[in-house]
Every structure is written in structure tokens, then in C-alpha cells.
């Protein structure tokens, strides 16, 4: 089952694809809005992978540079790759770095909530992520 999720708060998209004991995602910066045919801004554009600039854009997610992509498995283990190739990424201030962690933590979240029920939830914890 593979679904696409929209973060409009954190300007990203997550692509999920559950398989039986593991959770394969990836998750894409939205860096701008087109216009649609209804005449409202609300086709997404993502940077595009190898662009040398911000107007480098496409509306098509595999075509898309990655922010971070991997997996997560059963028991907690985790495989993740950062931008595509050659592991760069770009985060432009604060709010990149935010948004960045954000999505990393829901993409926890939706593997904790998803993956099968006899994986350890100590493996799972979350409140490593609200570190008060």
C-alpha cells in the first residue's frame, strides 16, 4: 500500500509505501505553488533532482530531489539517505532545520503507528523527540 501525504505546515510531502515488516518512504521539500486549472495556487512544485538553481522546478515527485528517503523496519532499525545521490541537501535557516526534524519525526510516528504490533514499542519511543 503506497499513500502520499501532504504536510502544508512544514512545506513537504511524504511518499509511504508499507510493505509487511518494513515502511519505505520519502519525503520532498515543496518549494513553490503553480497555478492549477481552477485558477488557484495548489499544484505543488518540488526542486528538481541535479537543478543548479531554486527555478529548477517539477510538479512530478520522481523527478523530484529528495530531502530523505530510507526505510523503516520491524524492530526500530532504520536505513536513511539524505537528498539523492550524493547525500546533500540544502536547508535555507531555521525554519528548513524545522521542518527537516518535523518530518523526520512524523515519518517515526507513521512507522510506530503502521508497522506490525509484535515490534518492541520501547524501540519506538517517542518522547525521545520531546526532549523537555
Known sequence: MRKTIKWDD???VA????EEHRMEFEVFEITA???GKDGKYSELEFERK????GMDTTEDMDEAQTLIKGC???????????GDDD???HLCGGS???NFMEATKR??????????EEHSKDMFDLELFDNK
Open 10 to 12: 512544514i512545506e513537504c
Open 15 to 18: 511518499r509511504v509505501e508499507m
Open 107 to 116: 515519518v517515526w510516528k507513521i512507522a510506530m503507528k503502521e508497522l506490525p
Open 50 to 53: 541535479g537543478a543548479t538553481n
Open 87 to 89: 547525500g546533500y541537501i
Open 96 to 98: 528548513s532545520w524545522f
Open 33 to 35: 505553488w503553480s497555478e
Open 72 to 82: 523503516v523496519k520491524w524492530d526500530a532499525c532504520s536505513h536513511v539517505t539524505f
